[in-house]
């Protein structure tokens, strides 16, 4: 969810938990390496010189499970007319583009759920599409309905289930009334609230170039907050995920708040659990029950939950079966036990799921580190050669992460049989680091371990193992003072240079100076009028990308592939990508690179400038990391003095190589994509149009802020309805040459 100026649930969504002083790297190893006498050892030798070309390998990798079949030549320029901004209550796509609708909230995945009726009466929802559509995978089928990397007409659609459309408490639209929003609540509606998060898989198929979901596809699938999940990598076994549910702390129950979304080199899908924390209560008397020296008060504040907290649902209210109160985060048993006072460490990681075996529980991979999860981007896989994967922490403040693999790459893997065992290899055991961005356009990549002895002798927080690590990961990043980040979103592998690229969505505390000062990665502040509103900080977000000799190198050299701005914005000091009215942006969110065509496609989670355009999809050419130049910025210190902050920024943009392909319905998000393996459709979810509907309104459909999709004649009622589209090309060409 965005950060700017939306609905009142959007105190759960972003959670703001660094306090650290983190100051500028420099600064901070010169200290700590003084201090303590301590070493990085090899991980951290200081990147000062520029890096060798980066090894590129081509694209196309082969019919494998996990592999793309191929990518066209490069595209000079985009290959339709931008659509402008719009506030229209549809979705807008260029001419010579079809929309559908295929599968929205609510849709019943087995013959025997009724149809919905979106009217708050419904039930059977764990049989049902879930809530808030997010990032979403490819899975294709052949015609026997049996898995095939090169099916462009029939396959798995993989769907996070984020949150749901929530003011006070509730879930207002799937309940009658709007539900209750106060304590306690009723357990017939907390049970259909906790049926809506989680995950889908549903399978569809095109006949004639119409796509329809399946209802009846034994594929079909739900994984929701209380179905059964094992532990897997490192946290296995710890102390720390002990729960009544499972003391040898080996299993946990379901997952939560998954945002962005990856698939394996060996054809699994990955989720990020995001913003778990805020589903968890504390009542104010948890610090002093737990003790002084209980390191899990420091840890539940920098994970959001300082006692006293109220959660986002109050499902903990519900009863006292255990599905409702292992929401209660508080240490009120005996002992870790008894109660589930280590419940919300079982959440915030990384989440694999085999979409073609509905039988396999899905694993919880604890080595991918434990934080605000979004997306995961594997890079190309090479023989011989580690498996690397990058992600993001979304909140205000924190830090970009890379996994490597302990496991070597090995091809027969693309088509493995079991390819939750492929998961075990590849993802339980390897290295976690946090990125450091330095103010030359260098940066270095510092390993989270108990190898790095500034992990391991922390003052501020006692690692006692990997597993530690793997939990706590925010402290042991705090510790190597990584670089704070304007709230990374999603991630992407650029498949014609191998770059990764991250959008850094908005930070409305980014400061001048201060904790969160300006820094060379992070180097704007100014301020945006939305009406009569000012927001500042970096309002409008930006996209860093990252340049190595290879994935598994500890060094890199980055700059701002783009700056999101509004046109009118000065260029000076703001726009300072150059966007014009057909390419004008802002809260960059979802970012996704089309395997077939090299396109980067760009999806915005916005709420500062939703007063002239509701949230879209652009389409972009990117160059590389040095294909611009050097910037500096002036901005006055609160004592007045003057701060300049360096910057390296991408090539200026044109709406040649930067256009806006698609604007959504009112008040959604766009994000999540995926391609058929031809790039000829493509698959879009619309989060949460119509969220800032007043909840007393709920009776009143005229005053609802969006009918989407009932207005695009897409199921019964007219709540609106988080939902998959399909973008097909008119002339059965692919999307967006
Ligand atoms: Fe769920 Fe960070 O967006
Ligand atoms: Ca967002
Ligand atoms: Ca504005
Ligand atoms: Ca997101």
Redesign the pocket.
């Known amino acids: ?3 700017t100026t939306r609905s009142s649930s959007d105190i759960f969504n972003n959670e703001d938990s660094n306090t650290t002083q983190n100051p500028h790297l420099e600064d901070m190893m010169a200290a700590r390496l003084s201090r303590r006498r301590l070493l990085l050892g090899s991980a951290g030798a200081v990147a000062t010189t520029a890096l060798g070309s980066i090894g590129l390998t081509g694209c196309a990798t082969g019919a494998g499970m996990g592999a793309a079949s191929g990518m066209s030549a490069p595209l000079s320029s985009l290959g339709f007319a931008a659509v402008g901004k719009s506030l229209a209550d549809k979705v807008v796509v260029p001419d010579g583009y079809n929309v559908q609708i295929i599968y929205a909230l609510g849709d019943p995945l087995k013959a025997s759920t009724a149809a919905f009726k979106n009217d708050g009466t419904d039930t059977d929802w764990d049989n049902r599409a879930g809530d808030h559509h997010d990032g979403m995978e490819y899975f294709g089928l052949d015609a026997n309905g049996k898995p095939s990397a090169n099916s462009a007409s029939r396959a798995l659609l993989a769907v996070n289930h984020e949150a749901t459309t929530d003011q006070k408490l509730s879930s207002f639209f799937i309940h009658t009334d709007g539900g209750k929003t106060s304590l306690p609540r009723p357990a017939a509606e907390v049970d259909k609230e906790l049926s809506i998060h989680g995950l889908s898989v549903v399978e569809i198929e095109a006949k004639a170039g119409q796509w329809s979901y399946k209802q009846t596809s034994s594929y079909n699938r739900r994984v929701t907050p209380t179905t059964e999940v094992v532990i897997s990598g490192p946290a296995k076994g710890s102390e720390h995920l002990v729960t009544l549910f499972s003391p040898d702390a080996t299993r946990a129950r379901g997952t939560l708040n998954n ?1 962005g979304t990856g698939k394996t080199p060996w054809g699994t899908f990955v989720s990020g659990e995001e913003n778990w924390f805020g589903y968890f209560h504390r009542d104010a008397k948890d610090n002093d029950r737990r003790g002084k020296n209980d390191q899990q008060v420091p840890a539940l504040v920098r994970y959001g939950r300082p006692a006293g907290a109220a959660s986002r649902h109050g499902w903990e209210s519900a009863g006292t079966e255990d599905k409702y109160v292992r929401w209660n985060n508080g240490a009120v048993g005996a002992n870790a036990k008894a109660d589930y006072r280590n419940e919300m460490n079982t959440f915030g990681y990384v989440v694999e799921m085999d979409a073609y075996d509905p039988t396999l529980a899905v694993r919880k991979r604890t080595g991918l580190g434990r934080f605000a999860h979004e997306s995961v981007s594997f890079a190309k896989p090479v023989v011989g050669q580690p498996i690397v994967a990058y992600m993001g922490d ?1 909140a205000r403040n924190e830090y970009m992460y890379k996994f490597v693999s302990a496991a070597k790459w090995d091809a027969a893997d693309a088509n493995a049989s079991n390819r939750m065992a492929a998961g075990d290899k590849y993802l339980d055991k390897g290295t976690l680091y946090v990125a450091s961005f330095k103010d030359d356009g260098t940066g270095q990549w510092i390993e989270l371990s108990m190898n790095n002895p500034i992990v391991a002798a922390n003052p501020d927080f006692e690692f006692k193992s990997d597993a530690d690590v793997a939990i706590f990961t925010r402290l042991a990043a705090d510790a190597v003072s990584a670089t704070k980040m304007d ?1 990374p ?1 999603w991630g992407g592998i650029n498949p014609r240079t191998g770059e990764f690229y991250m959008t850094l ?1 908005n930070n409305s505390n980014r400061t001048v100076d201060g904790d969160a000062s300006l820094d060379s990665a992070n180097p704007r502040f100014y301020s945006d009028m939305k009406g009569s509103k000012e927001n500042k900080g970096n309002v409008h977000g930006h996209i860093i990308r990252v340049a190595s000799g290879k994935p598994t190198d500890t060094t890199f050299k980055w700059d701002i592939y783009l700056f999101a701005s509004e046109a009118d914005a000065d260029k000076s000091k703001v726009n300072l990508s150059n966007l014009t009215d057909e390419n004008d942006m802002s ?1 960059p ?1 979802g970012l996704v690179f089309s395997d077939v065509t090299g396109l980067c496609w760009i999806q915005t ?1 916005d709420g500062a400038y939703t007063d002239k355009t509701n949230c879209m999809m652009l389409a972009a050419i990117p160059g590389k990391v040095g294909d611009g130049g050097k910037k500096t910025l002036s901005y006055k210190r609160s004592d007045g003095s003057e701060k300049r902050v360096d910057t390296y920024i991408g090539k200026s943009q044109s709406p040649d190589i930067l256009k806006r392909f698609l604007v959504g319905p009112v008040d959604c ?1 766009i994000t999540g994509l995926c391609e058929t393996p031809d790039g000829k459709a493509m698959f879009i979810n619309i989060q949460h149009p119509g969220e800032n509907t007043p909840m007393a309104d709920i009776g009143n459909p005229s005053k609802f802020s969006s009918q989407w999709p009932a207005n695009a004649g897409y199921g019964a009622g007219k709540r609106p309805r988080s939902a998959t589209i399909v973008i097909t090309k008119k002339d059965g060409g692919v999307i967006g040459s």
């Open positions: 969810m965005t950060d945002c979304d709230r979103e969505t809260a969110d989670d998000e």
